[in-house]
């Protein structure tokens, strides 16, 4: 089974921006579709957003629709969230996911009970 590490969290002024990196070993991305999901204090994980493999479909959620992008370099194994225009509700723990499963479409597949491979997550702050 393969290892994810994120990088990139800190602390930002809403408005401001952030780029997280999530680097595999051990798997590829040709076979794996990996996912961004955060955690805020109290509440449960929920998902971000996804890219496939292959095609690279992505999805996002709602909340950050527009502000956020996700993107991948196959060759450096790494996903990258750009996060843009960001509020203080987007403050959490942002975890890099990795699965196999596949639901039919990328929608479905990103939830979090879909993956069983995870990084050690980095915190995200969106405060004055």
Do not use: H
């Amino acid at each position: 089974q393969g290892q994810l590490v994120e990088f990139g969290g800190g602390l930002v002024q809403p408005g401001g921006s952030l780029r997280l990196s999530c680097v595999a070993s051990g798997l590829s991305l040709d076979f794996y579709n990996i996912g961004w999901f955060r955690q805020a204090p109290g509440k449960e994980r929920e998902a971000v957003s996804c890219i496939s493999n292959g095609r690279g479909d992505t999805y996002y959620a709602d909340s950050v629709k527009d502000r956020f992008t996700i993107s991948r370099d196959i060759a450096k194994r790494t996903v990258y969230l750009q996060m843009n225009t960001l509020k203080p509700e987007d403050t959490g723990v942002y975890y890099c996911g990795a699965t196999s499963a596949w639901l039919g479409t990328i929608e479905p597949t990103c939830a979090t009970r879909y993956f069983p491979t995870w990084g050690q997550g980095t915190q995200v702050t969106v405060s004055s």
